[in-house]
């Protein structure tokens, strides 16, 4: 026991114990020739291998009944201890030497005490801590946002899904008949809830792929997925699919569904409406007034129609740069495809015009808009990526009502910080082309920036105070 542990008022009469076994970092070590002695004559003890560690002989009792000699912190000679010169002869360990004491074995010295820790350490901790906690928890929340704002069902879009790309017929067949027996294995009847009762809304589609993916209109069913109603897919068999929105596109005017079970669905073929002729024979099918598996014919009336249909607001608002015809469209046709004599879905029907009244009140009149293939691509592939669509903005507010003497866009505001503002637009600013496509009215405008993506750089012929200029405009986007 050393003095730090011994009581200084120890009773002399209380030896410290002979210790029975090695102490614990030590083992003896004989000579080679036990019988060989050292250079003093003293017979050669046992030594301690302590593994390079400062080392010193352990507790024994002296012959004189002294208290055991202590090699670090012991009593000094003012106490009566022996003082014993230290010899070096090898690192970790003490040599013989002279004295009354005889080599004695080594043990480790004791580990040094650890040190205390200020106290300020403790609250720094505390408060490192809490901020860790509170940055981990708006990371976690930021990330739990991001994924539950991409609600896609691909990473890659429509190069991830498994469509048709042969047209399934030749262009030269010039059948309709022809066309209806390859087109209606791809229709299907879309029937959708609204304010709580079923088949409130009823419309069309068309199967885009064999993942089960059905591409139909928004307003077919944004009762239903706004009140998480019920939407039912019926196939040409008349069989019964439950569906479900990946997402859709006010916009645009589209919606991707999906559907489980869809095995037996043939995709339709995509096709490209900008091949397509004033004139031409297209075929369009659907479910007008209910009744499904339709099929009207006719032929293309215009193309880059630019066409408007109202909603609650202008984010709701759509804007088509149409293929028109004069194929039979009526309501429960929306979302059913138009489609080229080659079998090749080349719109999506989504609107008629009217003599007046409410759409229900009046039927197809010849004057019939499908959305442009090259548009469903584009926004079904963002739908399908991240469960939403963006469209492009400028920043202004434009004129669309008539504007008999006007012919042009003219901007009514400039909001600030905004594409339209950074390219040097002004309110009055009349805009009369686009990429070097004729304006002629505020529709025409949004439907032509419309037809863009954000990021998008456009050229823009403006008319300011008489003279003409051309500005270029980087799109911005807006998720609708």
Same mark, same amino acid.
Not at 13 to 33: I, M, Y
Not at 244 to 263: E, H, I, N, Q, W
Not at 430 to 453: C, F, K, Q, W
């Given at each position: 026991?050393?003095?730090?542990q011994r009581p200084d008022d120890q009773a002399p009469d209380q030896q410290p114990e002979e210790p029975t076994q090695p102490l614990a970092g030590w083992r003896a070590a004989e000579p080679a020739d036990r019988s060989s002695a050292q250079p003093d004559g003293r017979p050669y003890g046992a030594d301690a291998a302590t593994d390079g560690m400062l080392a010193g002989p352990p507790p024994h009792r002296s012959?004189?009944?002294?208290?055991?000699?202590?090699?670090?912190?012991?009593?000094?000679?003012?106490?009566?201890?022996?003082?014993?010169?230290?010899?070096?002869?090898?690192?970790?360990?003490?040599?013989?030497? @002279?004295?009354?004491?005889?080599?004695?074995?080594?043990?480790?010295? =004791?580990?040094?005490?650890?040190?205390?820790?200020?106290?300020?350490?403790?609250?720094?901790?505390?408060?490192?801590?809490?901020?860790?906690?509170?940055?981990?928890?708006?990371?976690?929340?930021?990330?739990?946002? /991001?994924?539950?704002?991409?609600?896609?069902?691909?990473?890659?879009?429509?190069?991830?899904?498994?469509?048709?790309?042969?047209?399934?017929?030749?262009?030269?067949?010039?059948?309709?008949?022809?066309?209806?027996?390859?087109?209606?294995? #791809?229709?299907?009847?879309?029937?959708?809830?609204?304010?709580?009762?079923?088949?409130?809304?009823?419309? #069309?589609?068309?199967?885009?792929?064999?993942?089960?993916?059905?591409?139909?209109?928004?307003?077919?069913?944004?009762?239903?997925?706004?009140?998480?109603?019920?939407?039912?897919?019926?196939?040409?068999?008349?069989?019964?699919?439950?569906?479900?929105?990946?997402?859709?596109?006010?916009?645009?005017?589209?919606?991707?569904?999906?559907?489980?079970?869809?095995?037996?669905?043939? =995709?339709?073929?995509?096709?490209?409406?900008?091949?397509?002729?004033?004139?031409?024979?297209?075929?369009?099918?659907?479910? @007008?007034?209910?009744? #499904?598996?339709?099929?009207?014919?006719?032929?293309?009336?215009?193309?880059?129609?630019?066409?408007?249909? #109202?909603?609650?607001?202008?984010?709701?608002?759509?804007?088509?740069?149409?293929?028109?015809?004069?194929?039979?469209?009526? =309501?429960?046709?929306?979302?059913?495809?138009?489609?080229?004599?080659?079998?090749?879905?080349?719109?999506?029907?989504?609107?008629?015009?009217?003599?007046?009244?409410?759409?229900?009140?009046?039927?197809?009149?010849?004057?019939?808009?499908?959305?442009?293939?090259?548009?469903?691509?584009?926004?079904?592939?963002?739908i399908l990526r991240t469960g939403r669509a963006e469209y492009p903005v400028i920043g202004a507010q434009v004129r669309t009502g008539a504007e008999p003497d006007s012919d042009g866009a003219t901007i009514t505001e400039v909001m600030p910080d905004t594409p339209a503002a950074r390219a040097g637009l002004e309110a009055d600013d009349v805009i009369v082309a686009v990429d070097d496509l004729p304006v002629s009215?505020?529709?025409?405008?949004?439907?032509?920036?419309?037809?863009?993506?954000?990021?998008?750089?456009?050229?823009?012929?403006?008319?300011?105070?008489?003279?003409?200029?051309?500005? /270029?405009?980087?799109?911005?986007?807006?998720?609708?």
């Amino acid at each position: 026991m050393s003095d730090e542990q011994r009581p200084d008022d120890q009773a002399p009469d209380q030896q410290p114990e002979e210790p029975t076994q090695p102490l614990a970092g030590w083992r003896a070590a004989e000579p080679a020739d036990r019988s060989s002695a050292q250079p003093d004559g003293r017979p050669y003890g046992a030594d301690a291998a302590t593994d390079g560690m400062l080392a010193g002989p352990p507790p024994h009792r002296s012959a004189d009944g002294e208290p055991p000699h202590q090699p670090h912190g012991g009593p000094g000679p003012e106490q009566g201890a022996p003082t014993v010169p230290l010899q070096h002869p090898g690192p970790g360990w003490f040599g013989p030497g @002279p004295g009354p004491y005889p080599p004695r074995p080594m043990y480790a010295a =004791p580990p040094p005490r650890a040190r205390r820790l200020p106290l300020w350490v403790w609250p720094a901790v505390a408060c490192l801590a809490l901020v860790v906690g509170v940055l981990g928890g708006l990371a976690g929340g930021a990330l739990q946002d /991001e994924l539950a704002s991409q609600r896609g069902t691909n990473d890659n879009g429509l190069g991830g899904v498994r469509t048709r790309a042969a047209a399934p017929l030749d262009a030269e067949n010039g059948s309709v008949a022809a066309v209806a027996q390859a087109l209606l294995p #791809s229709t299907v009847q879309i029937v959708a809830e609204v304010d709580g009762r079923a088949g409130g809304a009823t419309g #069309s589609g068309f199967v885009l792929d064999r993942d089960g993916h059905i591409v139909t209109n928004n307003h077919v069913v944004a009762p239903a997925a706004e009140d998480d109603g019920v939407i039912t897919v019926i196939d040409q068999a008349g069989q019964r699919l439950d569906a479900k929105v990946v997402g859709r596109s006010p916009v645009y005017d589209l919606a991707v569904l999906s559907v489980d079970g869809a095995g037996g669905l043939e =995709p339709a073929a995509l096709g490209a409406s900008q091949a397509l002729n004033v004139g031409e024979s297209v075929v369009a099918f659907g479910a @007008p007034l209910g009744l #499904s598996q339709t099929v009207t014919s006719g032929i293309v009336s215009a193309l880059n129609r630019p066409v408007t249909t #109202s909603g609650e607001s202008d984010d709701e608002s759509s804007y088509i740069n149409a293929v028109q015809t004069d194929a039979a469209i009526n =309501p429960g046709n929306s979302g059913g495809p138009l489609v080229n004599l080659s079998g090749e879905v080349v719109g999506v029907n989504s609107a008629i015009a009217t003599t007046g009244g409410a759409t229900r009140d009046s039927g197809n009149i010849g004057v019939g808009f499908a959305i442009p293939i090259e548009q469903v691509r584009t926004t079904v592939d963002q739908i399908l990526r991240t469960g939403r669509a963006e469209y492009p903005v400028i920043g202004a507010q434009v004129r669309t009502g008539a504007e008999p003497d006007s012919d042009g866009a003219t901007i009514t505001e400039v909001m600030p910080d905004t594409p339209a503002a950074r390219a040097g637009l002004e309110a009055d600013d009349v805009i009369v082309a686009v990429d070097d496509l004729p304006v002629s009215d505020g529709i025409a405008l949004i439907v032509a920036i419309r037809t863009h993506l954000p990021g998008e750089t456009v050229e823009m012929a403006v008319v300011r105070d008489g003279e003409e200029r051309v500005v /270029e405009v980087e799109l911005d986007g807006k998720v609708g």
